[in-house]
């Protein structure tokens, strides 16, 4: 399999590319039961492309080749790539919400040299399986190890209940060792199915252990609400145990289908769209006008935001004739203290992002449930990378 990729790779490879087109792969997500991720990917990456025209030099054009993996499904996510590398051709790589997708992609990404932006995938490997891979999202350990330290400042008992897939691990293991350290004690913890899971008897379990806190990792999007509602069910918060996770639990878009059970959660994240940076203000303003009032951007759509702007300072800077070596370079250089999320950069040891990380807690604001910013942890690398220096 892999001797063919190569054959033919290196003929394509052969052939001149038009100069002022810049083939630019979008391996998203837009069905099964994760569409609504891709969704907001997609629009956050288009909104950014209508606004930013101006950013590519004249003459310069992108064409891009959207694909849809469907969501975690790392054969069609392989096959798609290699479709995408050998047949359209492309340049640059990007989208990827899913860990399971983005280590498929890894080897044949690096095989044919194809500068890759990670729109979302947060499992910490991720970006040491190919040197062409940078991320411009988030890893679970940024945001699960810092909130596992600050939960043990207040809280002595914990229960973990994590999806069973490569982030969850690293959201469960990052919170373990913060909580732990700090003199924290985990009272239980369980791995749910990443499909279809049914949370009702995994919160079952979790209540009869009466810890203070407990803490998830569900994907983002649907499961969020589901799973509050399995809270709701079960009457956990009667039960005097606070919801907290990574901010995948109470992402901004479902916040409105949650209702008032919601408030009180706590989470740490790297995004907010209640966040009154004026970075933050103009970018959802912007995606008001152009997706409607009731629409709310997450951090999802603020990955993909950030991964073209990466992309077209990557273009801008080579006049549209990519060069692999030279889009790593600029990448791991990659700065924008304006970010909607605040200040963010490449670390160029590790072509990982580093950025804000902030505690959260859903209020009410103007009637409606928001993620409130109350403490800032800044300019967080990730840990598990820190940890794990050679
Ligand atoms: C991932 O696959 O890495 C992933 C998916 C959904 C999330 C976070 C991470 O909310």
């Known amino acids: 399999m892999k001797t063919l990729f190569g054959l033919v790779l290196a003929f394509a490879l052969a052939l001149p590319a038009a100069a002022q087109t810049v083939r630019l792969g979008f391996l998203n997500t837009y069905s099964g039961p994760f569409a609504s991720l891709g969704e907001y990917v997609d629009k956050g990456a288009r909104l950014y492309m209508k606004l930013n025209a101006d950013k590519l030099p004249p003459g310069v054009k992108i064409d891009l080749v959207v694909r849809d993996a469907g969501g975690p499904n790392p054969d069609k996510a392989k096959q798609l790539a290699q479709e995408m590398i050998v047949r359209d051709r492309i ?232 060069d692999p070596e030279r889009t790593m370079a600029i990448w791991k250089n990659y700065k924008n203290p304006n970010s909607p999320r605040g200040p963010i950069s490449i670390d160029p040891e590790t072509r990982d992002i580093v950025q804000n990380e902030y505690i959260r807690e859903v209020r009410k604001v103007d009637g409606k449930l928001a993620n409130v910013e109350l403490e800032t942890i800044p300019n967080v690398k990730d840990p598990w990378k820190e940890f794990n220096k050679k």
Do not use: C
Request: proline share 6%.
């Open 91 to 322: 340049q640059i790589l990007t989208g990827l919400v899913f860990t399971p997708n983005a280590f498929a992609i890894a080897p044949l990404v690096s095989e044919a040299k194809i500068p890759t932006a990670i729109m979302n995938a947060g499992t910490s490997a991720i970006t040491t399986r190919s040197p062409y891979i940078a991320r411009f999202s988030f890893t679970l350990w940024q945001s699960s190890y810092p909130f596992g330290q600050w939960a043990a400042k207040k809280y002595k008992r914990a229960y973990v209940l994590v999806s069973d897939f490569g982030a969850g691990h690293d959201s469960e293991q990052a919170f373990e060792k913060g909580f732990t350290e700090g003199g924290g004690q985990i009272v239980g913890k369980v791995r749910m199915p990443m499909q279809n899971p049914d949370f009702i008897p995994f919160m079952q379990r979790a209540k009869d252990t009466k810890p203070e806190i407990l803490f998830a990792f569900i994907p983002a999007g649907r499961q969020a609400t589901a799973i509050m509602k399995a809270y709701n069910e079960l009457a956990l918060d009667k039960a005097g145990i606070r919801f907290v996770g990574p901010g995948d639990i109470t992402t901004d878009e479902e916040l409105p289908n949650m209702g008032d059970i919601a408030l009180g959660a706590i989470t740490a994240h790297h995004y907010s769209a209640a966040a009154d940076r004026a970075p933050n203000k103009a970018f959802v303003a912007a995606w008001k006008k152009e997706y409607g009032e009731n629409s709310t951007p997450n951090f999802m759509a603020v990955g993909a935001w950030d991964a073209m702007d990466a992309i077209y300072q990557a273009i801008s800077e080579q006049k549209g004739k990519i």
